[in-house]
């Protein structure tokens, strides 16, 4: 029996459209604390999943449905801020693929320890989320 639970993500398409941007731009990202005066830097990687020989980046404001367990999956690593002392996650970590219903595993999946916390990928083209994902978007 297969477990098939609706996840939904909501928020502007303004945001989505941001996210593909950094995800597809930079795997690290930089910015300063704004407070003008050249202080501490803060940094985050982006969100990036490796499943099947392809990489796989956050989308958000997606509504769909995790289907069947497809097996492992992995978030490379990512030390964001070199000089700090802490390595960050300095070995990737393993985490579960999910389908997610209509739409081949080659094109999008979802992650995540349990299919109610499963977060959705997609694999990229360019700069462009593959049309059968921009159907799923919120407010395409």
């Known amino acids: 029996m297969k477990a098939v639970l609706p996840v939904g993500r909501s928020g502007s398409v303004g945001i989505l459209l941001a996210a593909v941007t950094f995800a597809v731009?930079?795997?690290?990202?930089?910015?300063?604390?704004?407070?003008?005066?050249g202080g501490e830097s803060a940094s985050s990687c982006a969100f990036l999943v490796?499943?099947?020989?392809?990489?796989?980046?956050?989308?958000a404001?997606?509504?769909?449905?995790?289907e069947d367990?497809?097996?492992?999956a992995?978030?490379?690593p990512c030390d964001d801020t070199?000089?700090?002392?802490?390595?960050?996650r300095a070995t990737p970590t393993s985490t579960t693929a999910y389908a997610v219903e209509g739409l081949n595993p080659?094109?999008?999946?979802?992650?995540?320890?349990?299919p109610g916390d499963a977060r959705?990928?997609?694999?990229?083209?360019?700069?462009?989320i593959p049309p059968e994902v921009r159907k799923l978007v919120h407010g395409s």
């Open 50 to 59: 490796d499943y099947e020989n392809r990489t796989y980046s956050d989308v």
């Open 82 to 88: 070199p000089n700090d002392d802490d390595d960050g």
């Open 74 to 76: 992995t978030l490379p």
């Open 106 to 114: 080659s094109i999008a999946i979802a992650v995540g320890e349990e």
């Open 25 to 37: 731009s930079v795997a690290c990202t930089s910015s300063s604390d704004g407070d003008g005066d």
């Open 120 to 128: 959705f990928v997609a694999v990229y083209s360019g700069n462009e």
């Open 69 to 72: 367990k497809l097996g492992p």
């Open 61 to 66: 404001n997606v509504d769909f449905t995790v």
